[in-house]
């Protein structure tokens, strides 16, 4: 079945430096690869849409110079926290889906980012 | 946009018996409905899905179904085990293209099955 691999699963850094999270698509091609953060005790919220080869699009709200996002294949997205701050501490998802023949939409295994 | 409504926000249930999850939805173009489980600290988990055009869809223990007059979909879980015990989200999806588009997701429901 299609899998998702995120790494890393856990994180700490420190106020001010910037965290990288990758995202792979392990058996299958992603045109679109989605970006959520969750957290403690609520749901899923979209932050922005990877696109292969193209900018991402973000939600409202989302700063797009804090979360970078860069879709450079077909199987790998990464999201980078830049000038990370405590209040960025999060659980942060990845999900995407087959490019056709489909709906589902696979999620990785999330990141906590602690940020102190 | 969308819009998604889960209930209710927790669950009790004793081991064997049934519970139930509803989810409303705002956009009549939304047709595809998938149910994810979370364990703690994990991503969310493919369950169980449907699309539009199916009324029901059952996989063992656990069924779906769809209302697409009334735009309310269920989650059907018989004779619980301990290990069904996690948080259940619902959502909704327009399909246009492959892959392309953005789930919306209901609040989360927090099944507690109690041994």
């Known amino acids: 079945g299609a899998v998702v691999s995120q790494h890393p699963s856990r994180v700490i850094c420190k106020s001010g430096t910037s965290v990288k999270i990758e995202c792979r698509s392990l058996d299958f091609q992603a045109t679109t690869m989605f970006w959520y953060r969750q957290f403690p005790k609520q749901s899923l919220m979209l932050m922005a849409t990877?696109?292969?080869?193209?900018?991402?699009?973000?939600e409202q709200g989302v700063e797009k110079d804090k979360f970078l996002i860069n879709h450079a294949s077909l199987t790998l997205s990464t999201l980078t926290v830049t000038s990370a701050h405590p209040e960025d501490s999060s659980f942060y998802i990845c999900?995407?889906?087959?490019?056709?023949?489909?709906?589902?939409?696979?999620f990785g295994s999330g990141t906590r980012l602690t940020v102190v | 946009g969308e819009n998604v409504e889960q209930h209710p926000s927790t669950l009790s249930v004793q081991e064997g018996d049934s519970a139930v999850i509803k989810c409303t939805y705002s956009?009549?173009?939304?047709?595809?409905f998938p149910w994810y489980k979370q364990e703690l600290g994990k991503g969310p988990q493919l369950i169980i899905d449907i699309r539009s055009n199916v009324g029901e869809k059952k996989d063992q223990r656990i069924a779906v179904t769809l209302n697409k007059t009334a735009k309310h979909f269920s989650l059907h879980i018989t004779e619980t085990q301990p290990e069904d015990s996690a948080v259940y989200f619902c959502?909704?999806?327009?399909?246009?293209?492959?892959?392309?588009?953005?789930?919306?997701f209901g609040g989360g429901t927090r099944v507690l099955v109690k041994p």
């Open positions: 956009d009549s173009a939304s047709n595809y």
């Open positions: 959502a909704a999806s327009t399909y246009l293209e492959a892959a392309g588009n953005k789930l919306t």
């Open positions: 990877s696109n292969e080869g193209s900018k991402a699009t973000y």
């Open positions: 999900s995407a889906a087959p490019l056709s023949g489909t709906y589902g939409y696979t």
